[in-house]
């Protein structure tokens, strides 16, 4: 039973004047995160998207080593609407022989993603994200998996976005990354916008809550929240499955299988609570979900809008499947 478009609300970030969709498109699948996708079901993903309304799209030069940047800059170029678009620095791509494909399958095996994050590196970042993406903006500059370079990223990398973000050359600097800790220390002694935070607000992991959401909200920084399915543990779990990008160890299945057999017995998909779980904590402001062909948007929007049963949070709290909300 579906409630209304939640996923096409508009949300405001709170420090710029950039509007997100409740639910936005990440791009790593398109980049052929663990399998090959297609550039017809790639175009097609992202203009279902526009007809859909989701106006906020994620990418990063590490997805298919450049790959999903040109294929999403294709299709935003093709869309003709207004939009709203993040890509990520701390990465460059440079030209290598024997590169590693096993992540991508669509990479591209002549360039190889290297950790860059020095003002030049960063600079460099933007321009060549420009270029592929072949639009005349970014709107959110992300620092990615930062970290193991976290003086790098708070002492070089942040003044050079900031500096940008001031020439508004992009309106929003923030970072993305799945650690907590890193993420509050980056947050703690820059200016952040947005922070990007996957797979630590989910139905089985709820770290983030500890510490980085209070200081969001002490600092208006806007989260937005990708890896809702932590690799796909959540959307399957079953053996064989993702968890944090490894495959999922016995004790991960069995938790998720719990927490889907009890949603089950109240009639909720695991999917639609895994989509929707991080939207209870005030801190969150947008989902930020992957996709890899039309049907599986479609299905990610249905569960997204579904309206679920008022007490399923707490039910689930009470029964000790996932921590109380600290909220």
């Given at each position: 039973?579906s409630q209304h478009n939640r996923h096409s609300e ?96 669509d990479a591209d095996p002549n360039l190889e993603p ?8 960063i600079k460099r970042s933007i321009e060549d994200s ?198």
């Amino acid at each position: 039973m579906s409630q209304h478009n939640r996923h096409s609300e508009k949300v405001k970030v709170k420090r710029v004047d950039l509007v997100l969709t409740r639910l936005g498109l990440g791009t790593a699948p398109l980049g052929g995160l663990f399998t090959s996708v297609q550039d017809a079901d790639s175009d097609e993903l992202i203009a279902t998207a526009f007809d859909q309304g989701i106006r906020y799209f994620d990418t990063a030069p590490l997805y298919g080593h450049g790959r999903a940047e040109i294929r999403l800059g294709r299709a935003l170029r093709a869309a003709g609407e207004p939009y709203v678009l993040s890509t990520k620095v701390g990465r460059v791509l440079n030209a290598a022989t024997n590169v590693d494909l096993s992540w991508f399958a669509d990479a591209d095996p002549n360039l190889e993603p290297v950790y860059d994050y020095s003002k030049d590196g960063i600079k460099r970042s933007i321009e060549d994200s420009l270029k592929r993406l072949g639009v005349d903006h970014i709107d959110i500059a992300l620092m990615h998996d930062a970290e193991n370079h976290l003086s790098e990223a708070i002492h070089s990398a942040y003044p050079v976005l900031a500096d940008l973000r001031s020439q508004g050359v992009i309106k929003a600097v923030g970072m993305g990354l799945n650690i907590c800790s890193a993420s509050v220390a980056i947050m703690k002694e820059t200016d952040l916008d947005v922070a990007l935070i996957a797979g630590r607000f989910t139905l089985l992991d709820q770290e983030a809550q500890d510490e980085l959401f209070p200081l969001a909200l002490r600092k208006n920084v806007s989260i937005i929240i990708g890896g809702v399915y932590n690799s796909g543990v959540l959307a399957n779990p079953n053996p064989g499955a993702m968890y944090d990008y490894l495959p999922a160890a016995a004790e991960i299945i069995e938790r998720a299988r719990k927490i889907g057999a009890f949603l089950k017995e109240r009639n909720v998909p695991l999917t639609a609570a895994a989509l929707q779980f991080p939207l209870r904590h005030p801190a969150v402001t947008t989902v930020l979900t992957g996709s890899r062909n039309k049907t599986e948007l479609l299905s990610n929007i249905e569960d997204f809008d579904r309206e679920l049963p008022a007490e399923i949070w707490t039910d689930l709290e009470e029964s000790g499947l996932v921590h109380m909300l600290k909220a």
